[in-house]
C-alpha cells in the first residue's frame, strides 16, 4: 500500500477523528463542498478541500456520514455523484455512514458507476466499515472496538482488513456481507439508543423518589449478566428511521424536565428564582471533535430562562476555539462568569472533571450554594462542606 492516499468524504462527526487515525499511516485528505468547515482540519493539520477534482489522487474513498440512522438519502446521493464524476480507475471505496440495509448496493453503487462510466467490481471496488471512530477519552472508557468490515468479494474484504489493521489494533471483524455489516450497525445503534432512552425514564422516576440513579447502577451491576447502560438526559435527540417510520429514542424534552426540576429544588430551599443567577457549564458535545451544542442543554437553558433566571453559560472547549455562541446561546469567558447561586455541570468535559470541586466554589456566591452534576461525575466525597450537590 506504498504511495496510497485516502481521501475522507463529508467534514461530518466521524471525520476528523478518522483522519486523524489513518493519518499516522497514510496520506489524507478531507474533502466536503462546504468549506467552512475547513478550520476545523487546518487546526488539526489535516489537508482540506472543497474541489472535488482533487479526489482523482485518491486510491480509498471514505464516505463517512452521522454516526446515527438519520443521513438523509439525499445527501448521501449527492456524494455519490459528486465522487463518481471525479473518482480514478481502481479506486475502492468504503461506506460507514449507518443506512438501511441495502443501500450501499443498491443504491450507491449504480449511482457510481452511472457518474464514473466504470463497472464496480472490475474498475472500482465497494465495501462498508460501519464506524468505529473512537477518540481517546471514548477509548479509556469503553475499551477498543472491534474493526468490522465487509466487501463486495472476498479480495475486497482481505484489502480491507490489510488497510485498517495498522490503525485498529482492537481487531478486525469479516462481516459475512455488506447487507450484514449494514444491519448490524443499525442493530447496535438501536440497541444503545432504547437501552439510554430506557434509563433516561429510570432516571427520572428515581430522582421522584430521592434515589442516586449511579448508586443504583452500582448495585445492580454486581449481577454478572447486568449490562450497564447509563442515563443521557441533556444528549442529542436520536432518532431511528424505518421506512416512513421514526421513533424518538432518547434527549426528547428532557432538557426541560431536568430545568424543571433544578427550578423546584431550588424553591423548596427557599431560592428567589427571579432574583437567581445560574452557571451552565458546557453547551458543546463531550465529543472534542464535535463544537455543535447538545440539543438537551439548549433546551435546559432555554427552559431557566423562560423561569425568569439570570442564565450565564460556558464552555471550556468552545472557549478553547475562541467561540462567541452557539445554537443561539452567547458565552461567557470563564474568568468573566459572575458568583451565581447555582452552577450546572451539564457536559462533563475533560477540564472540568480535572478541575473538581476546586472549579465550582469560586462560581458560588460566597463560595456556597447548590451544584447540579446531571452526568454524576465530581466525587461525592470530596464535597465542600457548604455546597449542595444534587445529581441524577
Known amino acids: 500500500m506504498e504511495n496510497l492516499k485516502i481521501a475522507i468524504i463529508g467534514a461530518g462527526e466521524t471525520s476528523l477523528l478518522a483522519a486523524k487515525a489513518f493519518g ?31 479526489l482523482a489522487d485518491a486510491g480509498i474513498l471514505l464516505m463517512t456520514g452521522s454516526k446515527r440512522p438519520a443521513y ?26 449507518p443506512v438501511y440495509p441495502g443501500t450501499t448496493e443498491e443504491i450507491c453503487i449504480p449511482l457510481l458507476e452511472q457518474h464514473s462510466g466504470f463497472i464496480a467490481g472490475k474498475e472500482f471496488f465497494v465495501g462498508f466499515a460501519p464506524s468505529r471512530w473512537q477518540s481517546s477519552e471514548a477509548q479509556r472508557k469503553q475499551g477498543k472496538s472491534r474493526k468490522v468490515i465487509a466487501g463486495q468479494s472476498g479480495p475486497v474484504i482481505d484489502y480491507l482488513a490489510d488497510l485498517f489493521t495498522p490503525i485498529h489494533d482492537g481487531g478486525i471483524y469479516k462481516a459475512k456481507s455488506i447487507r450484514v455489516a449494514e444491519a448490524a450497525q443499525l442493530l447496535e445503534i438501536a440497541q444503545r439508543e432504547v437501552n439510554i432512552a430506557l434509563m ?28 450497564k447502560f447509563e442515563p443521557d438526559l441533556l444528549g442529542d435527540r436520536s432518532v431511528l428511521r424505518y421506512g416512513m417510520g421514526h421513533i424518538w429514542c432518547k434527549g426528547e424534552q428532557k432538557g426541560r424536565q431536568v430545568a424543571q426540576r433544578i427550578i423546584k429544588k431550588l424553591i423548596q430551599n427557599e431560592v428567589v428564582i427571579h432574583e437567581a443567577r445560574i452557571t451552565v457549564l458546557g453547551i458543546a458535545k463531550q465529543d472534542e471533535t464535535n ?48 458568583p451565581a447561586v447555582s452552577v450546572i455541570l451539564a457536559v462533563p468535559h475533560e477540564v472540568y472533571r480535572r478541575a473538581g470541586w476546586k472549579l465550582f466554589e469560586p462560581l458560588l456566591e460566597g463560595n456556597e450554594g447548590y451544584v447540579f452534576d446531571v452526568k454524576s461525575t465530581l466525587e461525592r466525597d470530596e464535597k465542600p462542606e457548604k455546597v449542595t450537590l444534587w445529581r441524577m
Open 72 to 97: 438523509k438519502l439525499d445527501a448521501l446521493s449527492d456524494l455519490c455523484r459528486i465522487v463518481g464524476m471525479h473518482m480514478k480507475k481502481g479506486s475502492v471505496l468504503i461506506f460507514e455512514a
Open 24 to 54: 499516522t499511516v497514510y496520506p489524507v485528505i478531507v474533502f466536503d463542498p462546504d468549506r467552512s468547515k475547513k478550520a476545523e482540519f487546518d487546526e488539526n493539520g489535516i489537508v482540506f478541500t472543497d474541489q472535488a477534482s482533487e
Open 291 to 338: 463544537s455543535a451544542p447538545e440539543a438537551g442543554v439548549l433546551e435546559l437553558v432555554s427552559e431557566l430562562q423562560e423561569y425568569g433566571v439570570d442564565v450565564q453559560v460556558a464552555d471550556a472547549q468552545l472557549e478553547q476555539a475562541e467561540a462567541e455562541c452557539t445554537g443561539g446561546i452567547f458565552l461567557t469567558r470563564h474568568a468573566e462568569l459572575l
Open 200 to 227: 433516561n425514564e429510570v432516571a427520572m422516576s428515581l430522582n421522584q423518589q430521592g434515589i442516586d440513579t449511579h448508586d443504583v447502577l452500582e448495585t445492580a451491576n454486581t449481577k454478572r449478566e447486568f449490562i
